[in-house]
């Protein structure tokens, strides 16, 4: 059984303030809405500003949102600490327009009572806090959250390696596959497969971050709404891997990857499908973080002949 508790839920009182300062939780609906303040940002963002990544972990990390400024303010609620946290703003970037949205930000903190942190803060968004007069923090970069980023001909040169290449087509040699596009009427066949491949050998606790197959419901119930590409592969008839991307910008992300990865090329078949089918014209490809698994910093450092990693910063305001 599937353990969906939440350590710390946001508080009604708390709500009733978020609200009161013009705050909505944000749902598939607002893809639209986000679209042409993405357009404006200044340099990629990381993943996790991604749309489909607020939608994904919407219990555990419910995001809120505003407009002001010609830019959207946004904070999550961290339910595993209890504490409200302030996500990058998504719009162009300039040194008013900044002023005046992180002004906004740091009154409605105050008023809901918080101190201001925030989270997943890139390299080149930094010089805008650090202009910010009267804002003191420290910095913290987590080296398991950095993001593996790729260009385009350097993630093709990877997936053509020899070894690479081999379980690929071994794979389409091998096994009698089907592919299929994942839509949201694909929910009950990949949630059965989630419940059977990660439930079946992982314990409730290491997912700390709330639960894996609710977050892929919201994710796939959301298909249609949220930009998200992926395909879903059966061996004989059983299914036995799925992918899901999202490209915004000339950025291609790999936001989920689950398969039976003792079948011999899977994981190559579903990232090669999915970069042929959906990214192809990208600029680069980001492969997101390696969450201190020592094994997955290794397959994705080798993964392509050259990568460089996007910090993820977190900024804590001092007492």
């Known amino acids: 059984m599937r353990n969906n508790r939440i350590v710390n839920p946001i508080s009604q009182e708390m709500l009733d303030v978020i609200k009161s300062l013009g705050y909505k939780k944000v749902v598939p609906e607002d893809q639209a809405i986000f679209d042409p303040y993405y357009d404006q940002m200044n340099e990629p963002w990381s993943a996790s500003t991604c749309f489909l990544n607020m939608i994904a972990w919407g219990d555990t990390l419910p995001v809120f949102s505003?407009?002001?400024n010609n830019m959207i303010i946004s904070?999550?609620?961290e339910s595993n600490e209890?504490?409200?946290v302030g996500i990058p703003f998504i719009?162009?970037?300039d040194d008013e327009s900044f002023k005046l949205s992180f002004d906004i930000l740091r009154h409605d903190f105050e008023v809901i009572g918080e101190k201001v942190v925030m989270m997943d803060i890139t390299e080149w968004m930094l010089p805008y806090f650090e202009r910010y007069e009267g804002y003191d923090f420290d910095i913290e970069d987590n080296r398991d959250y950095m993001e593996y980023i790729y260009s385009a001909e350097s993630f093709e040169?990877?997936?053509d390696m020899q070894d690479d290449r081999y379980r690929y087509n071994y794979f389409k040699?091998?096994?009698n596959y089907e592919t299929v596009e994942i839509t949201k009427d694909s929910l009950d066949e990949i949630i059965e497969f989630m419940d059977t491949l990660w439930c079946g050998s992982k314990n409730c606790v290491?997912?700390?971050f709330g639960c894996l197959v609710e977050v892929t419901k919201r994710v796939v119930s959301s298909f249609d709404k949220i930009h998200a590409k992926g395909i879903l592969v059966?061996?004989?008839g059983e299914m036995v891997g799925f992918c899901i991307v999202s490209m915004r910008m000339g950025q291609a992300v790999y936001q989920f990857k689950h398969a039976v990865n003792k079948m011999k090329g899977i994981n190559e078949y579903l990232l090669k499908e999915c970069y042929d089918r959906f990214l192809k014209g990208c600029d680069f490809v980001n492969y997101t973080e390696d969450c201190g698994i020592e094994s997955l910093r290794r397959y994705k450092i080798h993964l392509c002949p050259e990568y460089s990693l996007l910090s993820r910063l977190t900024l804590n305001e001092k007492e």
Request: net charge positive; glycine share 12%; proline share 0%.
């Open 66 to 68: 505003k407009i002001e």
């Open 75 to 77: 904070f999550c609620y």
């Open 82 to 84: 209890g504490i409200l």
């Open 91 to 93: 719009g162009h970037y």
């Open 157 to 159: 040169a990877g997936l």
């Open 173 to 175: 040699r091998k096994f």
């Open 206 to 208: 290491e997912c700390h």
């Open 234 to 236: 059966r061996v004989d």
